[in-house]
């Protein structure tokens, strides 16, 4: 499992990578991801793959006047699922974000009632912090500084 960017070889088939019902409402569509992305200089979209087959894709935003990345767009599609992709790309979002050498804190959010999502980031090292004020669960990494910087 590697992360790339999204670049033209890829955006057409990012976009068509839909969640079935029953997960669709836990996040924007990837469609409306990309269209923001394209608004927003800080925003870091990222293929997901496998080989070379697109099982998912990943946002995040790591401004550099901020210690704080975001993590805000994740999705394995429906078929890829199970496999440990989802756990994978959390890794490898955050060995980039560390990479980066400024973020001292990552935040994520997500449905409170999405399972899935609470136990994969939990395994990850993330504490919920509470609902912020759309109803979401915040949670939060945080980085001792030296750590920070490795
Ligand atoms: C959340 C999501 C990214 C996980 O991806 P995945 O590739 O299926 O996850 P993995 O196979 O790596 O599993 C990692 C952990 O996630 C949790 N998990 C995954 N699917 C789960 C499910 N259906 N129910 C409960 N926990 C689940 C488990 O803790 C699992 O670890 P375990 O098997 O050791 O218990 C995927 O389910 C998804 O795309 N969901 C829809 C979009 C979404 O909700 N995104 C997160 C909010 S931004």
């Avoid at 994740?74 to 078929?79: C, H, N, Q, V």
């Avoid at 756990?87 to 050498?101: C, D, F, K, N």
Wanted: proline share 3%.
């Amino acid at each position: 499992m590697r992360l790339a960017p999204v670049d033209d070889t890829n955006r057409t088939a990012i976009a068509a990578m839909v969640l079935g019902e029953s997960q669709a409402h836990f996040l924007a569509s990837n469609a409306d991801s990309l269209a923001e992305a394209e608004e927003d200089a800080d925003a870091r979209p990222r293929a997901v793959l496998a080989g070379d087959q697109l099982v998912g894709f990943l946002m995040y935003d790591a401004s550099e006047s901020e210690s704080e990345a975001r993590i805000y767009r994740l999705m394995i599609a429906p078929d890829e699922q199970g496999k440990g992709y989802g756990r994978a790309v959390v890794q490898a979002a955050l060995s980039e974000i560390r990479a980066l050498g400024h973020v001292r804190e990552v935040s994520i959010c997500y449905d409170p009632g999405n399972e899935a999502a609470r136990r994969l980031y939990r395994a990850a090292g993330f504490q919920e912090k509470g609902l912020d004020e759309d109803g979401e669960m915040i949670a939060r990494l945080v980085w001792p500084a030296a750590e920070a910087r490795r």
